[in-house]
C-alpha cells in the first residue's frame, strides 16, 4: 500500500501542474482508490498525463496510463 504523505506529494504535482488549489478530500478520494498501486507507477502516470493533457485528470484518466490496453494494428 502507498504511503499517504507520498502519495499527497504526486497530488500536489497535479493541482500545481492544473493551478489549482489543492483539495484534501478529492486527494483522499483518489488515494482510496489508487492506493494499492506502487508509488512510481502513480507518479509516472500523473507525470505523463500532465505532458499529454491540459486537464486535470480523472482517477480513471491515471488508471488508463498506469494500465494502458495495448491493440494490435488490425484493431486499431
Partial sequence: MVDKKEFRKV??????????????????????????NDIETIRKAALNHVKSSKWFPE??????????????????
Fill in 59 to 76: 482517477i480513471s484518466d491515471l488508471v488508463d496510463q498506469m494500465f494502458p490496453i495495448e491493440c494490435t494494428e488490425m484493431e486499431a
Fill in 11 to 36: 497530488m500536489v504535482i497535479l493541482f500545481q501542474s492544473y493551478s489549482q488549489t489543492i483539495d484534501v478530500e478529492l486527494s483522499d478520494i483518489y488515494y482510496t482508490i489508487l492506493k494499492r
